[in-house]
T-cell receptor, first 111, second 114 residues
Framework: DGGITQSPKYLFRKEGQNVTLSCEQNLNHDAMYWYRQDPGQGLRLIYYSQIVNDFQKGDIAEGYSVSREKKESFPLTVTSAQKNPTAFYLC??????????FGQGTRLTVV | KQEVTQIPAALSVPEGENLVLNCSFT??????LQWFRQDPGKGLTSLLLIQSSQREQTSGRLNASLDKSSGRSTLYIAASQPGDSATYLC?????????????FGAGTQVVVTP
């Protein structure tokens, strides 16, 4: 089945720790995106990538990093510099002028 | 900057009633508009995609209209069912961005009561 897979579903981070969220797609989409969702707020763009080995900052990139070594994969690292990382993280992919498809999300909690 | 607004933020209807969800955007220069559904704790599920050249798009009980000149889209869900309870989000793809950074509204939370 074609789609986007995010893992893990739940993630707990200790203070000062870096954690990495996985996002894999088999839709052959060129573009991939990471969004953050907080209660009562719309989705906010963290990073996006239009092609392998290239990515751009979105609206709230501080404290996050990404890589795009393969077309299918776009992992997001939440670094210790992100002071308020507790949120729901969503990965998406799309082709040129096609629908955007989303994964099932990762809920990150600071403990 | 493109801004997307969804009003109301929450809506409750009895089963069987038709649902009407509104989405407005400030800049009419868009490639397309997409409607999504989100269940609690889940990702977004795509419902309909309307290209800027289209006036409406239909899928089963769902119908979405687009009036680009007035910056509005409406999602109609006929004969609502309790399973339609979810948050509905709209997103526009501005023409100013070549690779489709979608701009989202905050969503309308819908409850359909049996």
């Amino acid at each position: 089945d074609g789609g986007i897979t995010q893992s893990p579903k739940y993630l707990f981070r200790k203070e000062g720790q870096n954690v990495t969220l996985s996002c894999e797609q088999n839709l052959n989409h060129d573009a991939m995106y990471w969004y953050r969702q907080d209660p009562g707020q719309g989705l906010r763009l963290i990073y996006y990538s239009q092609i392998v080995n290239d990515f751009q900052k979105g609206d709230i990139a501080e404290g996050y990093s990404v890589s795009r070594e393969k077309k299918e994969s776009f992992p997001l690292t939440v670094t210790s510099a992100q002071k308020n990382p507790t949120a729901f993280y969503l990965c998406a992919s799309k082709g040129w002028n096609t629908e955007a498809f989303f994964g099932q999300g990762t809920r990150l909690t600071v403990v | 900057k493109q801004e997307v607004t969804q009003i109301p933020a929450a809506l409750s209807v009895p089963e069987g009633e038709n649902l009407v969800l509104n989405c407005s955007f400030t800049d009419s220069a868009i490639y397309n508009l997409q409607w999504f559904r989100q269940d609690p704790g889940k990702g977004l599920t795509s419902l309909l995609l309307i290209q800027s050249s289209q006036r409406e798009q239909t899928s089963g009980r769902l119908n979405a209209s687009l009036d680009k000149s007035s910056g509005r889209s409406t999602l109609y869900i006929a004969a609502s069912q309790p399973g339609d309870s979810a948050t509905y989000l709209c997103a526009v793809r501005p023409r100013a961005d070549s690779w489709g950074k979608l701009q989202f509204g905050a969503g309308t939370q819908v409850v359909v009561t049996p």
